[in-house]
């Protein structure tokens, strides 16, 4: 008679803690190739890091924040994955939301790289414009583009410069501090839409705004996308759900 072995399920998440905050002491996670990888919170120096490693024992990721005033700061995600797309970013941006949820923090704040732009929007983070300059620099790029199907907002960017201009940033009809993040989305998933790319190539110009921007993701908005966070949890077959 054969006989199988039992294959025991993958252990569940763990929380441990470091001084007053919950961080992952363990976390398995499949790849989008179905690959395990294996996350954990260590200090280092004054910063919080949670590593991520493969079934050799390799280091494939690591997210470096600080935790204070009840924000989470991100400092960098750095996944080596030599340009695959595995989804080793997206495991630690919901490492991430975890660490939130279990330390009842208020939002992530980053500051991204203007080439992440996409992918931090992609996980429902929401821009931040604090400047005038980043502001009127943002808008400029955008009136400039010359791609047909990209006009609606080059017109519409060069009107609200223009009205900015002449009326300023805030005043008696619009606060564009508020309204220019709903306005960069929608640009962006326009952009996605039309198969855009966002960083130049040899053939097409990008769409990026060529400086790095200012973003968070409030608790309030990863309740409210709560279905999309858990069908990524799902996917990577981690033990959490919101």
Do not use: C
């Not at 929401?126 to 010359?146: C, F, G, Q």
Request: no cysteine.
């Amino acid at each position: 008679m054969i006989k199988f072995s039992k294959i025991a399920p993958p252990p569940k998440l763990q929380i441990g803690q470091i001084g007053q905050y919950k961080v992952i002491s363990s976390l398995n996670a499949l790849t989008n190739e179905g690959e395990h990888v294996f996350a954990s919170t260590i200090k280092y120096e004054d910063k919080l890091k949670t590593i991520l490693t493969d079934k050799n024992n390799d280091v494939v990721g690591v997210n470096s924040f600080k935790i204070n005033d009840k924000v989470l700061h991100g400092h960098r995600i750095d996944a080596y994955s030599n340009g695959e797309h595995k989804g080793l970013g997206e495991i630690m941006r919901l490492a991430s939301i975890i660490d939130v949820i279990e330390n009842n923090l208020g939002k992530i704040k980053i500051f991204s790289l203007n080439e992440a732009i996409p992918f931090h929007l992609k996980y429902k983070f929401r821009p931040e414009i604090l400047t005038y300059d980043s502001m009127m620099d943002i808008l400029n790029k955008i009136a400039s583009i010359k791609e047909p199907s990209m006009k609606e907002f080059s017109k519409k960017a060069d009107d609200i410069f223009a009205d900015i201009f002449i009326n300023g940033a805030i005043n008696n009809e619009h606060n564009y501090y508020t309204e220019l993040p709903d306005f960069i989305v929608s640009y962006v998933n326009k952009m996605k839409e039309e198969h855009l790319p966002w960083n130049g190539t040899a053939s097409s110009a990008g769409m990026n705004f060529k400086e790095d921007l200012s973003m968070s993701l409030t608790i309030k908005d990863i309740k409210e996308n709560k279905s999309f966070f858990n069908n990524l949890f799902e996917k990577h077959e981690i033990d959490y759900r919101i």
